[in-house]
């Protein structure tokens, strides 16, 4: 049995303010994204696609995580907690950030900024989608050092207690999410999209696979507090968000492949 270190959230502490954990996971996920970007800039060649258009694509970006990420972490999961401390809702750097209410403000922001470039917007996700396992990766480290998604109980010898939780010996769930989201699908992605592919493919593999692995983790994971818990046929609200994702990805893949044969 493993018990969780509790590190401090807070990793570097400057007199009264301090750069937490969860923040800098952030940022390693944002720098990832223009490193791994201009690896991909240098397979392309698409007039205006440089660094300049990385560095303002990740600006639409991080404005799409955060606000559409704490938006969804208020209205999908707890928003009697959050209406009743409405101070906290600006407090992401204590975690809390949905990835489903970040996904639909990256697509917002992504909208806006295709149509700003005049640029086909399918395209421009099909670039970007890559490049995302690697942040999701580290938020879910994030997690794990703050010791907050935890996981359901379990009696296997990897099974961890989260001492600000319980005694009982739990899933390390925000590691299996790590290497599932953050990893695998990675490198399944980062593969797939080293060849030409039909406009639509790499996003809908995208939508496929992170939905699987997000419908598979969240067995392991201890239901989100809030009005939800387990829903209907046993499913949690993640799991109930990611199975669209799924339906939309194979749609999105059946067509490009159709497309690719005409």
């Not at 995580?65 to 600006?90: C, M, Q, T, W």
């Not at 909208?111 to 970007?128: T, V």
């Not at 030409?196 to 997000?214: C, K, M």
Request: hydrophobic content about 50%.
């Amino acid at each position: 049995m493993l018990v969780h270190p509790q590190f401090d959230p807070v990793a570097i502490h400057l007199g009264a303010f301090g750069i937490h954990w969860y923040g800098l996971m952030y940022l390693l996920g944002f720098a990832s994204f223009i490193g791994l970007g201009r690896l991909r800039l240098r397979s392309l060649n698409r007039s205006g696609w440089n660094d300049k258009f990385l560095d303002d694509l990740l600006f639409y970006g991080v404005l799409g995580v955060v606000f559409g990420g704490r938006l969804g972490e208020v209205l999908f999961y707890n928003p009697d907690y959050y209406f009743s401390h409405p101070a906290k809702i600006l407090a992401v750097w204590e975690g809390g950030m949905s990835f489903h209410g970040g996904f639909l403000g990256v697509l917002i922001a992504m909208s806006l900024f295709a149509r700003q470039r005049k640029i086909n917007w399918l395209s421009l996700m099909d670039f970007i989608a890559p490049l995302v396992p690697v942040g999701l990766g580290a938020g879910r480290i994030g997690n794990f050092i703050n010791a907050e998604l935890w996981g359901r109980p379990t009696d296997l010898p990897w099974g961890m207690v989260f001492p600000n939780v319980d005694n009982l010996p739990r899933h390390p769930s925000q590691l299996y999410e790590f290497a599932l989201e953050g990893i695998a699908l990675f490198l399944v992605l980062w593969i797939y999209s080293n060849k030409p592919r039909s406009s639509g493919a790499v996003s809908g593999l995208f939508l496929i696979g992170y939905g699987s692995f997000r419908f598979i983790g969240e067995f392991a994971r201890t239901p989100d507090d809030g009005i939800f818990g387990l829903m209907s046929f046993g499913l949690s609200m993640g799991q109930w968000l990611s199975l669209p994702m799924v339906v939309v990805g194979i749609v999105m893949m059946k067509y490009a492949y159709k497309q690719r044969a005409k």
